[in-house]
DNA sequence: TATTGTTATACTCTATAACTATA
DNA sequence: TATAGTTATAGAGTATAACAATA
């Protein structure tokens, strides 16, 4: 409204306000595909952690609990919680290890992998409506930027920093 | 531990099970980010929202809570309490509005725009650490890939999501 | 005595709705 | 009657710690 009146507060220049770096963009452009990619799968009755444990039990099936969370840094009690609704989705099978049996092996039912079909399908359209700004050549530009990043910061192929606390 | 045996559920080739694309790389990336800027401003007792909220204030100085809760896409009584916690730290001061008492007008104190000084320099810090891995002109190159992204799927400059609900 | 998984509890964050004051 | 801000309450999500079964 003010526009040609100097606030009265204007004591000195006002610092630089919105940040304009490839860190900003990255972490606004990441929560943002987040969210869309969550969108995607709640049709499913899935969230983005249920489909980052699915493709965990599917990459590597057999493991235990307590594996998979110290793989996704968090506590076990939280994997009791995950795992629940999935087996409850009937998409993963909890076995008690015949060798410990303290231990359940985890492994995907039938319907889990289909459903895990359908969650690439999803992530496949997601993929290029985020990138619908950029053409193949640029798209794959980026992709060879954020690997290298990712590998210098040392991230966890296909571990979203999401499952741990807030931070 | 098995390499060698195939397991018993194994009756059809696994699927794909760790997300390799730029969509996933960039939601990765990008909480990996915001949660190494928010450990750096964490000793200014500030959380990432804060300087979110900060930024907003010296940008647009004399705006209603209202006003920026609008912008940022969440509800009055949240920005209420966050005020309070920057004000509580005198960063920022509550002005009744002559024209219409109702309104507040929100303003940054001297100490404010020297704490919003300081976050610039952990900022540029940031960025660089993030971004370790790759030289100027590939950092440009990423910038502007970026930039082209964040407009496409109309996302506001400054403004992350995580503001907003989950998802 | 140590370990796997579970349950119970508390804490944090956020939205919803009721309320005060100004208009 | 409508609007800016506040407060009170409830809900979701997560970690912490105590617990049972197995080793």
Redesign the interface.
Known sequence: M?SSRQ?A????P??????????????????????R???RVAHLGLTPADVGLL??V?????RSQRALAEDLGVVPSRVVKLIDVLEGKGLVERRRSEEDRRNYEL??T?EG?ST??AV?RA??A??DA?????DSE??G???G?????????D?T??????Y?AR?
Not at 22 to 31: N, R
């Open positions: 003010n606030p507060d204007a004591t000195g006002v610092p630089a306000t919105a940040p304009r770096g490839a860190a900003f963009l990255l972490a606004q452009i990441g929560a943002h595909a987040a969210g990619f969550a969108e493709r965990m599917a990459g590597q099936p057999g492994h995907l039938a992998r895990l079909g690439s992530a496949a997601h993929e985020l990138l619908a700004a950029l640029q798209r530009h980026l992709l930027l954020l690997q290298r990043i990712a590998a210098e910061q991230l192929p296909g571990v979203h920093p999401g741990r931070g």
